[in-house]
């Protein structure tokens, strides 16, 4: 027999007393009675949680203030409405061309799920409840209570955002098959990575733009970069989080990734948003820059030789894009460096009809 919705919702008031008279100190946001004055009911009104509720929970507050007038004011205080009404709109960016399949994908989370996936045949989704606990989040941990990596028996809580991401983009066994596993782009023990989880290896990246910097040496000093530094909004003062672009990949910038692309400040945008582009243009590193992004050896794309989160292989985050850079004459296709931070390296392989067997620079 399915208990009574009504008992559920009675069980559910009866439970929320003690948080709404204040049990709790430094009450989480939404336990917060001022915010919330239903309690546990204001999302808890269909008892039937075990899909997570879907955006529809959650948009009642953080999507287009308008709903509230339609939906829900009726039932709230007079001043609650208007504290709601001037929140963030967090749907609005799920509108964008690209964006997380909160929206798209739905029914699919599972309260009781255990991520990373295990399961290949699992449908791939992203809830908010996938990225934000409702019972947990707070101003300071926007992913507080979020299970993350399991340590034998003891489950771990993310405290970093590139954790949270890891849950569905690392070993996943229903990665898309173009998709790889960040965990293994961004690993500090790979040759070069964009310093997400660590500081980076190269003391020597001449175009940083400050206050971005290889190594904190002063207090402004930013040596670590996240996630979120690249991926999220195209709007400047949209809500922070990667819920939607309208740059492909849900960039914050235009990248773009298109061999035989003209260059320009927007084409490579979000790289020039930390690297300078005189620096890169001018040949300040590698002496054929110019020659390849916006030369007869090209244009192409920084994607053709650097892989943006990390490379297993090289260092300068060289790995070579092998729909357009194919083995030499020899069968090659590998990049060598020659001594530190001395700007020197050979290049073995063929791109736009050019045997490099090497080619030195
Ligand atoms: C009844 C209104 C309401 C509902 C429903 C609601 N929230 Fe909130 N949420 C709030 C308020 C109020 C805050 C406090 C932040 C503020 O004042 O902007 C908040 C804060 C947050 C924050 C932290 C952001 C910050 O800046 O403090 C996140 C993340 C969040 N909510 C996600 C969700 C998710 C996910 C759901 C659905 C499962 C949801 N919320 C449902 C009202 C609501
Ligand atoms: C901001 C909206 C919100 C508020 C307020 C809220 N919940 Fe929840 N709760 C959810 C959502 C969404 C889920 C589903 C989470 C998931 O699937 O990952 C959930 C899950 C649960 C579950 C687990 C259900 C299951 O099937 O595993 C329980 C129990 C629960 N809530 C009780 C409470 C109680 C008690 C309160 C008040 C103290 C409360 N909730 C307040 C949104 C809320
Ligand atoms: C609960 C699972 C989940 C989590 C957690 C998650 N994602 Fe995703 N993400 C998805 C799904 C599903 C897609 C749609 C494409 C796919 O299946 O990979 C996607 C798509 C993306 C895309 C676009 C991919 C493309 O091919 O253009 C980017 C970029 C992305 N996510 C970044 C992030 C970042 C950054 C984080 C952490 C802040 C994150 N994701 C956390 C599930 C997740
Ligand atoms: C320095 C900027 C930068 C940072 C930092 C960054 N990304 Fe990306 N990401 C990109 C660019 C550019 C692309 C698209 C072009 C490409 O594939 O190289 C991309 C593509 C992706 C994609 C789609 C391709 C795929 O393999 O599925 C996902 C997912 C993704 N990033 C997740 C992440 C996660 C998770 C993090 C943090 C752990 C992260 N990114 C950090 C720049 C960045
Ligand atoms: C793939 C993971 C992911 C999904 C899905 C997702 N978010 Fe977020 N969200 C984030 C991250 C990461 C942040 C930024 C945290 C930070 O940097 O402070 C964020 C930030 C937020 C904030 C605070 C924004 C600000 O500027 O203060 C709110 C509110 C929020 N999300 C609500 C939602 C709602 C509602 C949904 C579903 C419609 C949702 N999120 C879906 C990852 C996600
Ligand atoms: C033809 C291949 C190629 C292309 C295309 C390319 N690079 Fe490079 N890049 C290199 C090589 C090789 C190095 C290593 C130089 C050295 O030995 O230190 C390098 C080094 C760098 C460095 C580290 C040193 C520095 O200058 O700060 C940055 C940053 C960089 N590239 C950014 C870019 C950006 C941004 C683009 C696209 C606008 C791009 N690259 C396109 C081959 C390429
Ligand atoms: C949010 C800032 C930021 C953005 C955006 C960014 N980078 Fe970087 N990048 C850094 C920092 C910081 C380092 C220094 C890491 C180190 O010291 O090894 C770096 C280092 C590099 C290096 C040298 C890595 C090494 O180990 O030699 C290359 C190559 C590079 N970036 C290419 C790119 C390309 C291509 C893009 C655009 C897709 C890009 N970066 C976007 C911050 C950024």
Redesign the pocket.
Known sequence: MRPNRYIIKIFLVAISIPFLLGATKNKPPHFDYEMLPSGCATCHRSANFRDGGGPGVCIICHGNPQRLNMDYKKRMPAGFGKKIRQMKDIERQFTKLYRHPSFDVRGKHRSKEVLPEIDPAAPRHADCVDCHHPHFVSKENKYAGIRGKRLGNIVTYITE??EL??RC?AESAN??P???N?RIE?AATNPSY?P??AEGRNLAVVSLIRPYREKKVDNNDISR???G???GSDESNAPKGPHGSAY????VAN?S?RDKEPESDQAYA??YR?HNRQSILGNESFKYHALHISGSAGPTSC?TCH???GSQQNKYLIQFDPSIVTPNSAGQLKFEERGISVFKGSCYLSCHGVDHNPKEY
């Open positions: 955002e590139y991401c890891y983009h990665l898309p173009q998709s790889t960040k961004f964009h997400v989880e970069i996240t996630c530094d690249c991926h492909q990949h849900i960039l990248f990734t979000l790289c930390c994607k892989n943006s989160h």
